[in-house]
Structure formats: structure tokens, C-alpha cells
């Protein structure tokens, strides 16, 4: 049986689709870009600060669907130029210290023109 997550601590879909889904013990994320979801808007306008604000999205997608970065099995990373690939592990490595794996790849455009998106999967405990 699938369940849907859904807070209102990130942002909501912007598309026919859910923050997550629970299937079994397993939860998948959505991709999450910057957006603040006090304003609905992109405010961070470095690499840096846009992946800390994809971070706090993840991290209450994950908090909501009962689960932490801990539990975290896999992330696909989008970036819009990989020359930021260093500036945003330096902020992706605070949050996964447990080292997940990973594919990160450079993208030609992201929604809302975001520089960063992020999609995880998950083991709820």
C-alpha cells in the first residue's frame, strides 16, 4: 500500500505529483529545489544557500514521513553547473555524514531557474 507525505514545513508540489510516498518501509522524495515555503518563492541566490534551504525542505519531508537523514539509502543530485559540484558538497556533507550513495549530474535547466535539486530514498525505522 502506497502513502502519501505531505507538509506543510516544504514546499508544496508544484505538478501532478506528491512531496513523497511510503511503500512499505521505504519512502521516496519528490525532487526538492530552494524554495522557501513561508513565501513560495526561490530567495537564496548562491549555490550554497540553495542547497541549505533544499536540505530544510528534505529534512522536513523526511521528519514528517517519520524518518531522518540518518536512514537515507540514495540521493540523486541535480546541479545547473557543475562547477558548483565543490561549493555544494561542502554543504550536502553537514547533512549526510553517513555518506549515501549518490548519482550528481549537471543539468541544462532546473524548475524556477534553482541551481540545485535533490531526491532521496529513505528507510523509515
Given amino acids: 500500500m502506497l502513502k ?3 507538509t506543510n514545513k516544504a514546499p508544496g508540489a508544484i505538478g501532478p505529483y506528491s512531496q513523497a510516498i511510503i511503500c512499505g518501509n521505504m519512502l521516496y522524495t519528490s525532487g526538492q529545489i530552494p524554495i ?26 523526511l521528519e514528517e514521513a517519520g524518518t531522518s537523514f540518518e536512514n537515507v539509502v ?7 553547473d557543475i562547477n558548483d559540484f565543490a561549493s555544494f558538497n561542502g554543504v550536502y556533507a553537514k547533512y549526510f555524514t553517513q555518506k549515501p550513495a549518490r548519482s550528481c549530474v549537471a543539468v541544462k535547466d532546473l524548475p524556477k531557474g ?6 532521496l530514498i529513505a528507510v523509515i525505522k
Fill in 36 to 61: 522557501n515555503p513561508e513565501s513560495g518563492n526561490i530567495e537564496a541566490t548562491d549555490i550554497e544557500a540553495q542547497t541549505e534551504q533544499v536540505m530544510k525542505n528534505l529534512g522536513a519531508v
Fill in 74 to 80: 540514495k540521493t540523486t543530485c541535480f546541479l545547473y
Fill in 114 to 119: 534553482a541551481l540545485v535539486e535533490v531526491e
Fill in 4 to 6: 502519501k507525505v505531505a
